[in-house]
């Protein structure tokens, strides 16, 4: 197992300390200041994020890549953020519907990925589908962090929207690029 496959592993590892985290900050058996529970877990997901950018460039730069990475990257992107989502919902950082959007966009794509692996096709992430990913990453951090100072309101609902445009504009765009998987 070569380096970026190792670094996908430890990201899906991370998941379940980002979610005891936030969990911790809202359960009454555990004792954790919702401030520190954030602060923690989005520590803990720019650690994760830091491993997606890793093990994406070591892969592309010591031509790495395999049919795993392919596969298990975006799944473990997907699990990272939706993970913290759910929390952000739970919070009421996010709307329900958008966070549902995003999701059904997750939906739509591992079902289109599934189509292809019968095929025996491996479809890789898009530019548009990058994008969205990197915009996520960077938003779920500023509005898990919940600083109170106007900017970091307006930089998280600029981030949220902006990446819930990604999400529908990727998912089209993935779909029509794939659309000769989808018709055979």
């Known amino acids: 197992m070569n380096l970026p496959n190792k670094l996908t592993i430890a990201r899906m590892c991370m998941i379940p300390f980002m979610v005891l985290a936030l969990q911790a900050g809202l359960s009454e ?3 954790l200041p919702m401030e520190t529970a954030r602060l ?3 520590g803990i997901f720019i650690l994760a994020a830091v491993t997606d950018f890793l093990d994406g ?3 592309r730069r010591y031509s790495l890549s395999t049919d795993f990475g392919k596969f298990m990257d975006p799944l473990a992107d997907k699990v990272l ?3 913290a989502m759910v929390y952000m919902v739970v919070l009421g950082d996010i709307s329900p519907w958008i966070f549902i959007l995003m999701e059904s966009r997750e939906f739509i794509i591992a079902g289109v990925r599934m189509i292809a692996a019968n095929k025996n096709v491996v479809i890789s992430a898009g530019v548009l589908g ?3 990913t990197v915009v996520q990453m960077i ?6 962090a919940n600083l109170p100072h106007p900017f970091f309101d307006i930089a998280g609902t600029v981030l949220i929207y902006a990446a819930l445009a990604l999400t529908v504009v990727s ?6 690029n794939n659309r000769g998987v ?3």
């Open 29 to 31: 058996g555990i004792a």
């Open 40 to 42: 923690i877990g989005m």
């Open 57 to 59: 460039f070591i892969a």
């Open 81 to 83: 953020v939706m993970s």
């Open 130 to 132: 990058k994008a969205k």
């Open 139 to 144: 938003m779920i951090p500023t509005v898990l």
């Open 171 to 176: 998912a089209i765009d993935y779909i029509w």
């Open 182 to 184: 989808l018709r055979s």
